[in-house]
Nanobody, 124 residues
Framework: QVQLVESGGGLVQAGGSLRLSCAAS????????VGWFRQAPGKEREFVAA????????DYRDSVKGRFTISRDNAKNTVHLQMNNLKSEDSAVYYC?????????????????WGQGTQVTVFS
């Protein structure tokens, strides 16, 4: 069993930065890929970024490439999402998710555990 807790969300002006964190419980966290997804009001939840369980592979949706960076520290059971040059369209509730040895990082149904989400609001 893995429990995930997100933190780091908040209110930021366009062009600013936030760093989201996903803290995981469980001894086998290093065997889980971790993804970040987001859901804006009235929209479906969408893939944002993901990192393999080894940390050797990452994937990003096109709209955040070059602005967001995902990283993990297996020793601390933590995954971070550094978000720079934020835009109003990045506003959403951000969720982290863990998938046991998940290889297809973009598919939500490949993830077994989800956090409760953290709100990110970007204003102009």
């Amino acid at each position: 069993q893995v429990q995930l807790v997100e933190s780091g969300g908040g209110l930021v002006q366009a062009g600013g930065s936030l760093r989201l964190s996903c803290a995981a419980s469980g001894r086998t966290f290093s065997t889980y890929a971790v993804g970040w997804f987001r859901q804006a009001p009235g929209k479906e939840r969408e893939f944002v970024a993901a990192i393999s369980w080894t940390g050797g592979s990452t994937d990003y949706r096109d709209s955040v490439k070059g602005r967001f960076t995902i990283s993990r520290d297996n020793a601390k059971n933590t995954v971070h999402l550094q978000m720079n040059n934020l835009k109003s369209e990045d506003s959403a509730v951000y969720y982290c998710a863990a998938g046991y040895r998940t290889l297809v990082l973009r598919e939500q149904d490949k993830y077994n555990y989800w956090g409760q989400g953290t709100q990110v609001t970007v204003f102009s």
